[in-house]
């Protein structure tokens, strides 16, 4: 079912997604993929190589935090609607190992006016938890590309 700006709800998605993922040069340099997205949700991975180990020679543990955080950017900012990072946090269980490809599954769990609360779990290739990662957001002005309706001008 589309709006009344002509788009369904996975279409801007994907829109946003596109718009963002054009200027995000920092995921793409880390060597993250944006598998999927959708209202409220999204999946990124990558493949732990050399240059993403630490001193223990595990995947180090800031590119782990990032993965995740690229995957909340784009679940929360689903909706054409930009949307930052308030506070993050996260838990690591295991390790990421060299040549695991890590997968950061994010999904919104609440979304009030302009704060949204998504989680993100980070598995290894045989679906084991790396890591458990909560970020809230807040929508601030402005959308991700241009769109008629009532968001255009920001978020209220």
């Not at 709006?3 to 946003?16: M, T, V, Y």
């Not at 690591?92 to 989680?119: M, N, Q």
């Not at 790396?130 to 957001?137: H, N, V």
């Not at 807040?138 to 590309?145: A, M, P, S």
Request: hydrophobic share 40%; with cysteine.
């Amino acid at each position: 079912m589309s709006d009344s700006a002509g788009l369904d709800p996975q279409a801007r998605a994907e829109r946003s997604a596109a718009a963002m993922w054009a200027a995000d040069d920092a995921s793409k340099w880390m060597g993250f993929a944006l598998d999927s997205v959708g209202p409220g949700v999204a999946v990124m991975s990558m493949t732990v190589e050399r240059h993403h180990t630490n001193g223990h020679d595990i995947c180090h543990g800031g590119v782990i935090f990032s993965l995740a955080d690229s995957a909340f950017a784009f679940a929360c900012n689903s909706y054409n609607r930009v949307t930052v990072a308030q506070m993050n946090t996260i838990s690591f269980i295991a390790p990421g190992l060299l040549g695991d490809r890590l997968t950061a599954h994010a999904r919104e769990v609440s979304l009030r006016g302009r704060s949204g609360i998504y989680d993100v779990t980070v598995t290894n290739g045989d679906g084991a938890v790396i890591a458990e990662f909560r970020g809230c957001s807040r929508t601030i002005k402005g959308q991700n590309f241009p769109e008629d309706g009532p968001e255009k001008e920001g978020a209220q």
